[in-house]
Every structure is written in C-alpha cells, then in structure tokens.
C-alpha cells in the first residue's frame, strides 16, 4: 500500500512526478503565464530572489505555551509552565522554548493574527493560501481551493539549475497543493528521516544499470524524435507538451550538480548536524537550508502532532517541543552566521491558536482567535513583536491581521504582486490575495 506521505494534494507521488508526469493536469496555459509576466511587469514590480523555509505545525500550536504567555492570568488559563525573558527586555516566551528565547533579537513575533475557522482544514487552507475555504471543509480532507503559498511561488519562477522551485519535507500540507494552477506546480516531496544514515533521497539518480553516457544518448535519441510534428497552440493544451516539461525536469533534477550536492545531508560536518538535534525534524530543517542555498525558492517542512486537546502540558515537555525549539532557533542561527539570512525567509506557524480555557483533559482545543506566527531573515527587523492578545490570550486585540495580510506580506516579500489576477482553466478570474494589506512591521 502506498504511504500517504508520498501523496501530493493532486493525488501524484514522487516517483509519478520523476517518471511519468501528469498527463491532463495542464492547469494554465502559456498563453496566462505571459499574460500574468506582463501585468507584474506593468505593475514595476521588482524580481526578488528571497527563499523561504516554512515550518508548518499542522494541528494548531497553543499561543500560551511558545511565544505569548499570559503569567498574570488564572492558573486554569495560563498553565502549567513559567514565562522566561528573551533577548528582548520587555518580551517573554513559554519556559519550555528556551533556545528560541535567545534569537528573539533575530525574529519577529506576531501575536495578533486570527480569523474564524476553527476546523483543520478550513484553517489550514486560509493560512497556507491567504483565502479562506468557499465550503466547509472536514478535518482529513486533502483540498486546496487556492494556489498555495509554494506553489505560486513555482509558477512564477519556474525551474531553476535543474531543481523545483517548490519542495517539501516529508509530506505535503493538506492545502499545500497548487489547484488549478496545474499539478507541475505541486511539490516535490523527499521523505524518509535524514537522521538515518541510510538516508538517501530517492528518485533522484540514475539507476546502477544505466551509465551517465548512455542516459545521455538516450536522451539525445528522444530529442530527436521530438521533431515530429506536435500541436503547438497553448490553448490546445496537448498533453504530450506537458509530458515534456516533467520529463525534462526529472532529468535535470537527475543530472544536477546542485541538487546531488544538496541532496547529501551527509557533508554537513557532525557538529553542524549535532546542533540542529540528531532527530527528524533537525536534520530536515538543516536539508530545507541546504535546499534554499543552492536555489529552491520555497521549502516547507511539515511537522504535525499540534492537536493536544488531551494532556498538552505532557507533550509539551517531551521531545516534541524541545527538538523544535533547538531545530528552529539553530536554523535561524546558522542562516545569519553563513550570510543567508538575508535573502531567505523563515517563517513558523500552524492553522490556529488554542482556546484560553484548559479543558477536563488537561489539554487546549481550537481557536482561530488568536495566535502567534514566527517570522525571520529576509530583511525582516528582529527583536520586536507586532500586536498583541489581551490580557487573557482570548483574542488578538492590538494592530490585528488577516490571513489576507500575511499572505500579502510573504508574496510581497519574494517580489510577486498580491493583487494580480489570476485565471483558471476555465477562463474564469481569481485575485490572487482578496483585500490584504503587507504587515508594515515586516518591512524595515
């Protein structure tokens, strides 16, 4: 049985990504690409070459117990653990993310962004999309009504030096497919647990039976067949085009310096990889930097588990927590000492908050209303926090945000235009982000 990690949201694996291609998933045609080019062009829209790296909390991260502690409110509200100071005078994290608490002058704290949907899927669509879900949508369900954040990111910069401009680790988000933007702009997925040291990424090397000299004559004799006469009108969508593209993007991602080299986690230096905890998580968020470096433009890493409407507190001060605190603030670390901080962006969240109430099974249940997201590099000042929650953490009460204005935010950060139109299959018209606004406490 195939596992569901290795499953997109368009129902294609990696291995159907590299091999086959995706036959009728043509999404837009040439003819949109264009059209969208030249209206970000008119716009004077300037290009960027700002990465991102999205670690997603899928489930629902309690605001109280990371990065917006409520000390003064009743004990049945603010639980079971202290406040710590951060490298920031004035600003307090939850105690049991202490290594975070010491790059906080190198990260922004959002408190104050909420919407109104309290269920798993309908949250993680709006925070993975910037647009909310057009019908409910169950807690399983694997749907995207909206280009996600990454796969926007691939349709307007295409492939580059052989690698997918969109990648994630070790699954895809429920809402992190790209709809009707066609599944080329799905991401491609590396599973396994680079902590092993069997690790390998598969799919991505010529077979033992196959010599590189003979994968290349192979490859001209396909060029050359090529030649046979093909329908080249775009609005045709002739699907033997659209087989080329992934064909080509499989043997580039094959034939890849850059993506060997980046694959190969196992050239990090021991220190390097001991620092960022010899664990699942650590060392995927060390391959997410290695990936941004040599020119994938948006890595997510999934990490689940978030949904503790039973003994959250007990999970809080287990693993779980810890290798994310010493993963995350490692990764934020090592991007501003090798420089890369600048032009890659680090960002943390999940879909919501959790309720200010601890329930009869010492654990915290949904709720949109508020919650924190953690942002970094990329120009984004460090050391502040934008909004606030009141003095309970029941709703974001100071210079509140939509998901709309996120979305905004990071679009704006990796130079595409929020505003643009967008066309489906059909013809029919989609604004990218619906009224939001960049978080001006993001831009310096």
């Not at 009743?74 to 290594?99: A, N």
Request: proline share 7%; charged share 20%; hydrophobic share 35%.
């Amino acid at each position: 049985m195939r596992s569901r990690n290795n499953i997109n949201c368009e129902g294609i694996n990696r291995r159907d990504f590299l091999q086959v291609g995706l036959g009728g998933s043509l999404g837009l045609g040439f003819s949109d690409l264009l059209r969208m080019k030249a209206e970000a062009q008119a716009k004077g829209l300037q290009r960027s070459d700002v990465r991102c790296i999205l670690v997603w909390l899928d489930g629902g991260p309690s605001h109280y117990e990371t990065f917006d502690p409520k000390p003064q409110a009743p004990s049945d509200i603010r639980g079971e653990f202290k406040s710590i100071p951060t490298t920031v005078p004035g600003v307090h994290f939850s105690e049991v993310v202490p290594h975070l608490a010491k790059v906080m002058d190198k990260t922004t704290i959002i408190r104050s962004i909420c919407h109104k949907d309290p269920n798993h899927g309908g949250g993680n669509h709006y925070m993975m999309t910037g647009a909310p879900t057009p019908v409910p949508v169950a807690c399983g369900a694997f749907v995207t009504f909206h280009p996600s954040f990454g796969s926007m990111v691939s349709y307007d910069r295409g492939i580059r030096e052989g690698l997918p401009t969109y990648m994630s680790l070790p699954r895809v988000s429920r809402s992190g497919g790209p709809n009707f933007l066609g599944g080329q702009h799905a991401p491609f997925v590396i599973d396994g647990n680079p902590s092993q040291e069997t690790f390998r990424v598969r799919d991505v090397v010529l077979p033992a039976s196959i010599s590189q000299t003979r994968a290349e004559h192979r490859r001209k004799l396909r060029k050359e067949l090529d030649r046979l006469k093909r329908i080249q009108d775009p609005l045709a969508s002739d699907p033997t085009v659209t087989f080329d593209q992934f064909y080509e993007q499989g043997v580039d991602l094959v034939t890849s310096p850059q993506a060997q080299k980046a694959f190969d986690i196992h050239q990090e230096p021991d220190s390097v990889r001991d620092l960022y905890g010899r664990n699942e998580l650590g060392q995927r968020l060390l391959l997410a930097r290695r990936l941004t470096e040599v020119g994938v433009s948006f890595v997510t890493v999934y990490y689940g588990g978030w949904d503790n409407h039973t003994v959250l507190f007990k999970r809080y001060k287990e693993s779980f927590m810890s290798n994310l605190d010493r993963g995350l603030a490692t990764l934020i670390s090592d991007l501003h000492q090798r420089g890369s901080a600048e032009n890659t962006m680090v960002i943390c969240l999940g879909e919501f908050g959790r309720t200010p109430k601890i329930n009869k099974d010492a654990g915290r249940d949904h709720w949109p209303h508020a919650m924190s997201v953690l942002m970094s590099g990329a120009g984004i000042p460090g050391g502040q926090v934008v909004g606030a929650t009141d003095g309970k953490g029941f709703y974001a009460s100071e210079d509140v945000h939509s998901p709309e204005d996120f979305a905004a935010s990071i679009y704006t950060k990796m130079g595409i235009d929020p505003r643009q139109t967008l066309y489906q299959t059909t013809g029919r018209p989609v604004r990218l982000v619906t009224g939001g606004t960049p978080i001006r406490g993001l831009f310096s």
